[in-house]
């Protein structure tokens, strides 16, 4: 199998398990005084301050989640409902995570607005200055995108939020394991493991500790009172252990993939920012040819890719995505996701390469176009 869906998870790296086996092997609850809680007390600490220093943060900041939805949604609706402002602003383009929570919020009484990107995914600044207002709570712009790959203006919108005392949430869950990734002036950032070859159901909330929160869930008062629940030791390591493996760069095959596709089906649209997207994502639309069907004819030949938007009850839904960068619902039904990661190969590429154009003819027929 050629599986070239690393963006919506990845093997785990050997060093993650490794760092997994041995903490599970270890008795003890990292809140537990005796040496067996305090030496699992040891291991998270440990891997608080490696990931830390990994992503140019401050170990105290760090919250660790049950993975990136949990980290989105403590964020989004724990900032929100922090004060007394009603307004919450995050982008067109947003992951479910962040888009349902604060959908979520309307039932609340918060008026929750979409700011505009333009056709390439990316944050329309001026739009963004536009809405900026007193009365703003949040803003939430991701990163980078998980489908189309564009890395948003980041360190442009936090310095427009911090002019104006504004929190800024950044879903950073696919740019992490860049190495040049630091959270730098972000108040709030949701990561997660299991994209970066850690286990899944671990992720992390950096958040600033200046920055009020409202919990949502209570307990114990772990992770300073903000997230309650007994620490996953173990799987807290493999995330430490995963971010600090040798970083593999996937550029070159990423651009390899990208010329290729382009050969095979010299009508296919390569979606997002040209220059400034993931190293690891390729995100085409195929005209005339309905992403599902093309799926599901490369999973035939043996090639995972994805189509990168969400289902609902099994439907395939138009990517919302695409739909904000401008395309209607036939072009945002017809695309699909490639991405690679830390042990992709360059016989992953060819086999995709190799398998699209009978793919692409073959679904374009059952699509009605010839
Ligand atoms: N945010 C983005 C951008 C994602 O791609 C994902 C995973 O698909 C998530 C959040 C959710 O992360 P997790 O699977 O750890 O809950």
């Known amino acids: 199998m050629h599986y070239l869906d690393h963006a919506a998870t990845t093997a785990l790296r050997p060093e993650a398990l490794a760092a997994m086996q041995r ?12 040496n067996a809680g305090r030496q699992a007390r040891r291991t998270v600490e440990e891997s608080r301050e490696q990931i830390a220093d990994l992503i140019g943060a401050k170990p105290a900041d760090i919250v660790f989640t049950s993975g990136g939805t949990e980290a989105d949604n403590l964020a989004v609706k724990g900032i929100a409902r922090s004060g007394s402002k009603r307004r919450v602003l995050i982008s067109a383009v947003e992951h479910h995570a962040v888009l349902d929570p604060a959908d979520a919020l309307v039932q609340e009484g918060f008026l929750v607005e979409r700011i505009p990107v333009d056709a390439d995914g990316r944050v329309d600044l001026v739009a963004l200055a536009s809405l900026l207002d007193d009365e703003v709570a949040l803003v939430a712009v991701m990163w980078a ?29 696919q740019i992490l394991g860049d190495p040049q990734f630091e959270v730098a002036a972000v108040p709030s950032v949701a990561l997660s493991a299991h994209k970066v070859g850690g286990p899944v159901g671990v992720g992390a909330l950096v958040l600033d500790r200046n920055l009020d929160v409202k919990p949502l869930i209570h307990g114990g008062g772990q992770e300073r009172d903000v997230r309650s ?27 390899e993939l990208i010329t290729g596709i382009r050969q095979a089906v010299p009508d296919a649209i390569l979606n997002g ?32 890719v ?35 990661g830390w042990n992709s190969t360059g016989e992953d590429v060819l086999a995709a390469v190799d398998a699209l154009p009978k793919a692409v003819e073959r679904a374009r027929r059952a699509g009605g176009r010839r």
């Open 229 to 255: 629940g007994t620490l996953d030791a173990a799987g807290i390591a493999g995330f430490a252990a995963a971010l600090a493996a040798p970083a593999v760069d996937t550029r070159p095959l990423r651009d």
């Open 273 to 304: 920012d040209p220059v400034r997207r993931l190293a690891n994502n390729a995100h085409f639309s195929f005209p005339g040819c309905p992403g599902d069907a093309l799926l599901m004819l490369l999973d035939a030949a043996h090639v995972a």
């Open 145 to 173: 995108n998980n489908e189309v790959g564009t890395i948003e203006p980041i360190a442009e919108i936090a310095q427009m939020c911090a002019q104006r005392g504004i929190p800024l949430h950044s879903d950073a869950v």
């Open 23 to 34: 903490q599970w092997q270890q008795v003890g609850n990292p809140s537990s005084l005796h």
């Open 306 to 340: 994805s189509t990168g938007s969400a289902c609902t009850a099994g439907i395939p839904q138009p990517s919302h995505v695409l739909m904000a960068m401008g395309a209607d619902e036939a072009a945002a039904r017809s695309s699909l996701r490639f991405s690679l």
